[in-house]
């Protein structure tokens, strides 16, 4: 399922010529995978979600597919290194999001997120970006999504677009009609909650065929491909 961990880093060796990388500053915001690499020859800077559970020097863990502010700011660096260098850019995606909470926002997710997706925006070489799996919210903006006009964006048959992941709308929902039964004064139990989780996951589950590759392909928002012909089709854009 597209909740399931698994190493990017694997995937970038099957993309790349003789499954060889330099990685960026491996240590450091290690959600996301930033490293020079060649393509069928040609020189390429890769932007990645890592999809793994990773642990911080400081011992903190963070969860896979999500940004970090220490992940936004290494990315941001990278971007405007390649840019500097002319390298393009090759992004793949599989992610759910920036962090949100207090601690983050104390931390300057905002600032860390705006500088990332500025860079993106206003990056001057060819990119090129692959949408493995989930691709939400501001996470597809940071990440050059559609709005950003890669020169290709492709998606593989395990990709989702979405502004959520339906575990997160379904949340959102209950918090929603929780809010409305209050304010009428009436008292939500356990049972009210799971009945408003389940409804609300009926809803999403119908509207969910409208997020996959196939249906955003149907869309114009990018071209569908195999994921075995990747690597052909980035050295042939």
């Known amino acids: 399922s597209r909740a399931d961990q698994y190493d990017m880093k694997e995937i970038i060796k099957r993309i790349v010529d003789h499954s060889e990388f330099d990685e960026y500053k491996e240590g450091y915001g290690k959600t996301i995978i930033t490293a020079y690499a060649r393509i069928d020859g040609w020189a390429v800077g890769i932007v990645a979600n890592q999809r793994q559970l990773v642990k911080t020097k400081k011992g903190e863990m963070q969860f896979g597919g999500v940004i970090y502010n220490d992940s936004a700011d290494k990315a941001t660096r990278f971007i405007a290194n390649c840019n500097q260098k002319k390298i393009p850019l090759v992004f793949l995606q599989d992610v759910t999001g920036f962090m949100v909470g207090s601690k983050s926002e104390h931390g300057g997710i905002i600032k860390d997120g705006a500088k990332m997706v500025n860079a993106v925006s206003n990056s001057v070489v060819p990119k090129f970006t692959i949408i493995l799996g989930n691709s939400y919210g501001a996470g597809n903006y940071a990440m050059c999504g559609k709005a950003y006009d890669p020169r290709l964006i492709i998606a593989w048959p395990s990709a989702e677009l979405a502004v959520m992941g339906g575990e997160q709308a379904a ?7 929780t809010s409305k039964l209050k304010k009428k004064g009436e008292k939500i139990g356990k049972e009210k ?5 389940a409804e609300s996951k009926v809803w999403i589950e119908a509207k969910a065929a409208d997020c996959e590759a196939y249906a955003t392909y149907l869309e114009h928002w990018e071209d569908w491909s195999d994921p075995w012909e990747s690597e052909t089709i980035d050295t042939d854009a």
């Not at 949340?171 to 009609?177: A, D, G, N, R, T």
């Not at 909650?193 to 989780?197: F, L, Q, T």
């Open 193 to 197: 909650e799971n009945e408003i989780i």
């Open 171 to 177: 949340k959102v929902l209950l918090q929603i009609e």
